[in-house]
Structure formats: C-alpha cells, structure tokens
C-alpha cells in the first residue's frame, strides 16, 4: 500500500490552535503506517523521510487533537515498542561485539 500526503495549505481548528490540514493527514498517514506495519518511530520516519521528532510529535500529540481512535490503537504499537526497547538494544550490543572478535 502506498501512503501519500497532499499538500492543501488549508488550516483547520483544532482545539485552540489552528493546525494547517497537510500537517493533520500527515499525521493521520504516518499513524495508519505504523498501525498497519507495526514498525517503530524510527522506521517510520525513514519510510516518510522525516525525523524520527516529527513522526514522534505528530502520531503522540498532534494525532490525538486529529483522530482519537486511530491515536488510541497507535498508542499501544508504541507502547509496546517503548517495552520492547531494551531487548533490541542489547540485541543490537550483542551482535556488535560478537563481529568485532
């Protein structure tokens, strides 16, 4: 599946604050994304090429004020990265020095 984002500079009121319409789908395809595949922030933002900031600012606050339930499903993809995070981590210092002997 392809994940586009038009760019309409249309602004939207959300809440208090006025968010320009790309920026609210961009979270919207950057929260279906990591729905759909699961993935982490980081791959995420590779895939969209953004910083991982953005994509984490966008899917954890801007997400929340666009889509509440998308952003409640998301919410628990990234918590169950943010949980899974230290097994990768030394996963990851395993594999580094089991090559570098």
Avoid: W
Wanted: with cysteine; aromatic share 8%.
């Amino acid at each position: 599946m392809e994940y586009f984002v038009e760019k309409p500079h249309i602004l939207q009121k959300i809440g208090g604050e006025t968010l320009r319409q790309d920026i609210a789908e961009r979270a919207k395809v950057e929260g279906r994304y990591i729905l759909e595949n699961g993935c982490t922030i980081r791959s995420a933002g590779e895939y969209f090429d953004v910083s991982k900031s953005t994509v984490h600012y966008d899917v954890s606050m801007r997400l929340r004020e666009v889509d509440e339930a998308l952003y409640a499903e998301v919410k628990k993809i990234l918590d169950k990265n943010f949980n899974e995070k230290h097994i990768r981590g030394g996963k990851s210092t395993k594999e580094k020095y089991s090559r570098e002997k």
